[in-house]
């Protein structure tokens, strides 16, 4: 007799020989599909009976063993009364379903997804294009609201729509745009917010001679990520923009993949893989290559930020907090930028990290992992308000130091410089962890974590305008970027030079330092960092007080991103409606606790300036006095509104 097949991608049922088995009713189908998702794993009674119930009912083991039975009569009918079950069998504290991973459907679809990733684009795309076949609905339909497969149907569903792109990349390979448009505009209008798919639309579009209607998507992108989430489309979609504009030839076929794509396709490989396998170690490996792939920058990192949470993902259903302890903490890319570039995941892995060390055992053996859990915890919260983050900050430091792990600790000093930006002048500050790290990377040789160092130091002595320290640290930073193939690292000491040059010099030798740190942004794969930056860069070489801003310097249309709400004030200033931006500005909050704190205080203290309110300008006053000493938002690295005590000085006269 044929196999039982459980099919798992729509509702879950179970086949044999093409006829559905009678799975009676819809705890029947719970077990069933708690079982499958165990892949092959023994589930514990008491946790089934967790799972089936809310409130279990006394009888609530007597209950699951008939649904158990019911089942096995069902999938084995031609087993003989009292014979040992080979398919749902009891084992230890629970049962398991040892059905091969050739007979549930998302097993297959895993497997046909991963194959394709080693296959040339023909066999490729056939191999997609059976595993999306499987697919009769969303995983676990009839369990959407479950939290036990809540996250296998996360899991499920984003590598379909990965399956879903790549497939529309193969067919772009294969010169055959046109195949691709019908399932990407699908795919687009249900999923807005995936970048890369609207990407893939634009160009297929662009391919077939449409150039008008891929501009009029790439609108829509616009629209729908704006009216979704709230942001504006990353740089990828706008240099695409700007090539089509420009019928840019690079268009007409793919081109030869740089050494970052090489590197990402053996990260994509390594992943579905895991995910295919549900290998431990792989995950491990995976995150490291994935770790490798982020120093790249450009598509390298904004690949490894979303797959990094995958893979946690893939590691807390496992159900082991050591394992998802090690995968959480082997991401320690050192991060200079204190606004996160991806703030949802950033608060998914910390409340992975969280989760993770509630279940970690209090045991002294886990106080290095619970360290790396804890940094990872002050990294990601960076920009935020909540105390969560300066705390893990501190705790990690101090368990680094206890454990005298050099690594450990630069880490732990990384999630300590990204919360010493909770008010203004705390330069100083910065610059001792800077010294320090420099000092503890160089003697270990943590050569991501020298550059670090330099990089903080050439922030903060910018801050103190001691600009001849800063060259120093910017130099050195240059130079182990090129010997170590860091090109992250050439965007920010570009944009020092920028900052320098508009302190130190005249608007035009500034300004061709901008339009050099603006190429560099193009390309870097860094959203927090350039959202925004741009036109805010542009208005730190006019602004100062008492200086009214030009119309063109706060045109509101311009891409502002997290800079808007304290350019907004100016802006209805400059157009005379005098009441709306003294509301406007009375509504801000205090600037997020990042690098661009000071300079956010300068854009409401400009707008303050102008308006008959000598409290708000006390608080502002009050918020920069700290930083008199430095130069106003220099502690970015990347520009300046000048001296911190003529802000000081206007506000309070």
């Known amino acids: 007799m044929d196999p039982v097949v459980f099919r798992v991608l729509g509702a879950v049922a179970a086949e044999r020989e093409g006829v559905a088995v009678a799975l009676k009713g819809p705890r029947h189908r719970a077990v069933l599909a708690r079982l499958i998702l165990a892949r092959r794993r023994v589930v514990p009674v008491d946790r089934l009976v967790a799972d089936l119930w809310e409130e279990p009912p006394p009888n609530a083991v007597g209950a699951l063993r008939t649904f158990v039975g019911d089942l096995r009569r069902a999938l084995e009918p031609e087993r003989a009364p009292r014979a040992p079950a080979r398919l749902l069998v009891t084992e230890g504290p629970g049962y398991a379903l040892r059905a091969a991973p050739g007979c549930v459907d998302a097993r297959r679809f895993e497997d046909a997804v991963a194959d394709a990733a080693a296959l040339p684009p023909e066999p490729a795309l056939e191999r997609l294009g059976a595993a999306l076949a499987l697919w009769r609905g969303p995983a676990y339909a009839d369990f959407a609201g479950q939290d036990w497969c809540r996250g296998e149907r996360a899991r499920l569903t984003e590598l379909r729509l990965h399956a879903v792109e790549r497939r529309a990349e193969t067919l772009l390979a294969l010169g055959r745009p046109a195949e691709a448009v019908p399932d990407l505009d699908a795919h687009t209008a249900h999923h807005p917010w995936r970048e890369h798919a609207w990407r893939l639309l634009a160009l297929a579009l662009y391919r077939t001679g449409r150039q008008a209607d891929a501009l009029a998507v790439l609108r829509r992108a616009r629209t729908s990520l704006a009216d979704a989430l709230g942001l504006d489309p990353g740089p990828e979609l706008r240099r695409l923009e700007a090539d089509i504009l420009a019928q840019d030839p690079r268009l007409e076929g793919p081109a030869e993949p740089p050494a970052a794509a090489r590197l990402w396709a053996r990260a994509a490989e390594a992943y579905d893989r895991t995910v295919a396998a549900g290998a431990r170690a792989r995950l491990e490996s995976t995150v490291g290559l994935l770790r490798n792939l982020a120093v790249t920058g450009g598509g390298g990192l904004a690949e490894s930020r979303e797959h990094r949470l995958a893979a946690v993902t893939a590691a807390e259903e496992t159900g082991d907090a050591e394992l998802t302890a090690r995968v959480i903490g082997a991401f320690d890319v050192p991060a200079l930028w204190t606004r996160a570039d991806d703030p949802q995941a950033a608060s998914r892995i910390v409340a992975a990290a969280e989760r993770t060390l509630a279940a970690l055992p209090p045991d002294e053996s886990y106080e290095a992992t619970r360290c790396r859990l804890l940094a990872t915890v002050a990294v990601e919260m960076r920009g935020t308000r909540s105390p969560r983050g300066p705390a893990a900050a501190r705790e990690a430091e101090r368990t680094a130091r206890r454990l005298d792990d050099p690594a450990l600790l630069a880490f732990a000093l990384n999630g300590v410089f990204m919360q010493s930006c909770t008010r203004a002048?705390?330069?100083?500050?910065?610059?001792?962890?800077?010294?320090?790290?420099?000092?503890?990377?160089?003697?270990?040789?943590?050569?991501?974590?020298?550059?670090?160092?330099?990089?903080?130091?050439?922030?903060?002595?910018?801050?103190?305008?001691?600009?001849?320290?800063?060259?120093?640290?910017?130099?050195?930073?240059?130079?182990?970027?090129?010997?170590?193939?860091?090109?992250?690292?050439?965007?920010?000491?570009?944009?020092?030079?920028?900052?320098?040059?508009?302190?130190?010099?005249?608007?035009?030798?500034?300004?061709?330092?901008?339009?050099?740190?603006?190429?560099?942004?193009?390309?870097?794969?860094?959203?927090?960092?350039?959202?925004?930056?741009?036109?805010?860069?542009?208005?730190?070489?006019?602004?100062?007080?008492?200086?009214?801003?030009?119309?063109?310097?706060?045109?509101?249309?311009?891409?502002?991103?997290?800079?808007?709400?304290?350019?907004?004030?100016?802006?209805?200033?400059?157009?005379?409606?005098?009441?709306?931006?003294?509301?406007?500005?009375?509504?801000?909050?205090?600037?997020?606790?990042?690098?661009?704190?000071?300079?956010?205080?300068?854009?409401?203290?400009?707008a303050a300036l102008h308006l008959d309110d000598p409290a708000l300008r006390t608080t502002l006053a009050t918020r920069l006095t700290p930083a008199t000493d430095e130069l106003a938002g220099a502690a970015t690295g990347l520009l300046t509104f000048g001296p911190t005590s003529t802000w000081t000085e206007a506000l309070l006269t």
């Open 425 to 606: 002048g705390l330069a100083p500050v910065r610059d001792a962890t800077g010294a320090e790290l420099v000092a503890l990377a160089t003697r270990h040789g943590l050569v991501t974590y020298q550059v670090l160092g330099h990089l903080i130091r050439m922030q903060a002595r910018a801050a103190l305008a001691d600009f001849a320290a800063a060259d120093a640290h910017a130099a050195a930073a240059d130079r182990l970027s090129r010997r170590h193939e860091l090109p992250l690292v050439a965007v920010f000491t570009t944009g020092y030079a920028a900052l320098r040059a508009a302190a130190t010099g005249t608007p035009a030798p500034a300004e061709r330092a901008y339009r050099s740190l603006y190429a560099a942004l193009a390309d870097c794969g860094m959203p927090g960092l350039t959202a925004g930056l741009v036109p805010l860069t542009r208005l730190s070489l006019t602004l100062r007080p008492g200086r009214r801003p030009s119309e063109t310097d706060v045109d509101l249309a311009e891409d502002w991103g997290p800079y808007r709400p304290w350019v907004r004030p100016l802006a209805l200033l400059r157009a005379g409606r005098t009441e709306e931006a003294h509301a406007a500005l009375r509504a801000l909050p205090e600037p997020p606790a990042d690098l661009t704190y000071e300079a956010l205080c300068c854009l409401a203290a400009a």
